[in-house]
């Protein structure tokens, strides 16, 4: 039973690059069976992907009792930041972990001058969404994507000094 302290925030460093790759597994597994081998893949990363991405910008994750419960990562793409890797394992939904990762990405991508995150999701994923959208995320309409086969689609929103565009 997890403990009633608030969910920290903390940069991951690269000894917590298996927790990661668990809390990514077990957050998607249930949805194992509507994502293709590839798309669920690319989504559930190994500990050397995840090195990899602290490598390319910041991974986070969400901590209570001293427990991981989530994870969000972010890297810059042009004058975005661009959100991944979010997932909080299934015991942990609820708590708040991915609202205080989202505002940490949003925080971070205003810090470094950055006035638009955006991320892709598949549709299937339907708490998720919700929770973005509580966020203020928006669908982006273009043409349909896909992550080998899996379909997605595009959210986003504007942050800092540029969120009143919206």
């Known amino acids: 039973m997890l403990g009633a302290t608030a ?11 298996a927790v990661i790759s668990a809390v990514l597994y077990e957050s998607f597994v249930e949805f194992r069976a509507l994502y293709t081998d ?3 893949a690319a ?3 190994g500990a050397e992907q995840i090195l990899l991405r602290m490598r390319e910008g910041p991974v986070w994750v969400a901590l209570r ?3 991981v419960l989530g994870t969000g990562a972010a890297v810059v793409k042009g004058e975005s930041v661009y959100v991944r890797g979010m997932a909080v394992v299934p015991a942990a939904r609820g708590l708040g972990a991915g609202a205080a990762l989202l505002r940490e990405v949003e925080n971070w991508a205003a ?3 950055c006035g638009r995150v955006f991320l892709s999701t598949t549709p299937f994923l339907g708490s998720a969404i919700r929770l973005y959208e509580r966020f203020g995320f928006r669908r982006v309409e273009e043409e349909p994507q896909d992550l080998f086969g899996t379909p997605l ?3 986003e929103k504007r942050v800092g000094d540029g969120a009143a565009a919206l």
């Open 7 to 17: 969910v920290q925030i903390r940069r991951a460093e690269a000894g917590d690059a």
């Open 38 to 40: 590839g798309g669920f």
């Open 43 to 45: 989504t559930a990363l």
């Open 65 to 67: 009792d001293g427990a």
């Open 111 to 113: 810090s470094i001058g």
């Open 153 to 155: 689609f595009r959210m």
